[in-house]
């Protein structure tokens, strides 16, 4: 197929120099009501692109696109001019370069978080919160906090411990405040700061695929050593560690609110540091979630 994917606002310069590159494959995707275009001059690259797609993708018929990313492999179709020298990987989201490195896998990373932050500021009907979250017993287990504050490690020991993997960095809220799945692969920072992607099945644990009420909220971060003393959170407080963490609160804020008062509302909440996530993974799995109204 041509890869020849416009976006919906009329293309810039730069965005139209980039046309001229020799695109030889790409497709475009749809998932929360984005349309999304992926082009690229490797072919070879589409397998690997399609790795990182987000959950729930499918394919879209749409020629004209809400974004569209382009990736220059560096061992593709060369001038004349630069043949025998090695060459950079390249990423843009439209006209903007968001990666430029000799390791292919870097860009590959760098494409699939650029798409997951625009679809989570972006897409209209659903709101995205930074947060772990695993299903026990027919409710939501929802750990918000931005990356490094260990929540995938916390989630990885709740889905050893027997729950149900739904997300391990988006809480995907719709109207009534439930959580659907987001179920890519766990990203784990293994020795050395090696980034381990880790499907659940691997752990033994299933992925969830019905939306759920939220029945606990727990704000925590990882501290060698800690015991977990937490503190019962009030509803307006739980709603402030959500809405904290929530990512389009600035571009839609009427939205944020009312979606997170609807998952807040029948939720216990606590907070506290913690130590090992086995160690506390189990004590939450005691705790039993509360019913929602």
């Known amino acids: 197929m041509?890869?020849?994917?416009?976006?919906?606002?009329?293309s810039n310069p730069c965005v139209r120099k980039l046309d001229r590159l020799p695109w030889s494959a790409g497709f475009a995707f749809r998932v929360y009501g984005r349309c999304y275009g992926v082009r690229t001059t490797t072919p070879a690259l589409l397998a690997e692109?399609?790795?990182?797609?987000?959950?729930?993708?499918?394919?879209?018929?749409r020629r004209l696109v809400d974004r569209l990313y382009s990736v220059v492999g560096g061992d593709g179709p060369a001038p004349a001019s630069s043949r025998g020298l090695r060459r950079f990987h390249l990423l843009y989201a439209d006209a903007r370069r968001f990666a430029?490195?000799?390791?292919?896998d870097k860009v590959l990373d760098a494409f699939e978080s650029a798409v997951e932050v625009d679809l989570a500021e972006r897409a209209q009907r659903h709101v995205f919160v930074h947060a772990g979250v695993v299903g026990w017993h027919g409710r939501a287990i929802?750990?918000?906090?931005?990356?490094?504050?260990?929540?995938?490690?916390?989630?990885?020991?709740?889905?050893?411990?027997?729950?149900t993997y739904y997300s391990d960095e988006f809480a995907v809220l719709d109207a009534r405040g439930r959580v659907h799945p987001f179920a890519r692969p766990l990203r784990m920072r293994r020795d050395g700061g090696r980034?381990?992607?880790?499907?659940?099945?691997?752990?033994?644990?299933?992925?969830?695929?019905?939306p759920l009420p939220v029945g606990l909220i727990v704000s925590t971060r990882y501290k060698a050593g800690a015991r977990w003393r937490p503190r019962r959170l009030t509803y307006g407080e739980a709603m402030m560690e959500l809405v904290a963490n929530t990512v389009p609160a600035r571009l839609r804020p009427r939205q944020a609110l009312t979606v997170i008062a609807h998952a807040a509302r029948s939720a216990d909440a606590f907070k506290g540091v913690r130590g090992e996530g086995a160690t506390l993974a189990?004590?939450?799995l005691r705790l039993r979630p509360s019913s929602a109204s």
């Open 142 to 163: 929802v750990i918000p906090g931005r990356t490094g504050s260990g929540k995938t490690s916390l989630v990885e020991s709740l889905v050893r411990a027997g729950a």
């Open 49 to 61: 692109i399609r790795k990182r797609l987000p959950p729930g993708s499918k394919a879209c018929p």
């Open 100 to 104: 430029r490195t000799m390791d292919i």
């Open 195 to 210: 980034l381990e992607r880790l499907p659940p099945d691997r752990i033994g644990g299933r992925t969830g695929r019905t």
């Open 282 to 284: 189990s004590r939450l």
């Open 2 to 10: 041509k890869p020849l994917l416009l976006r919906l606002r009329p």
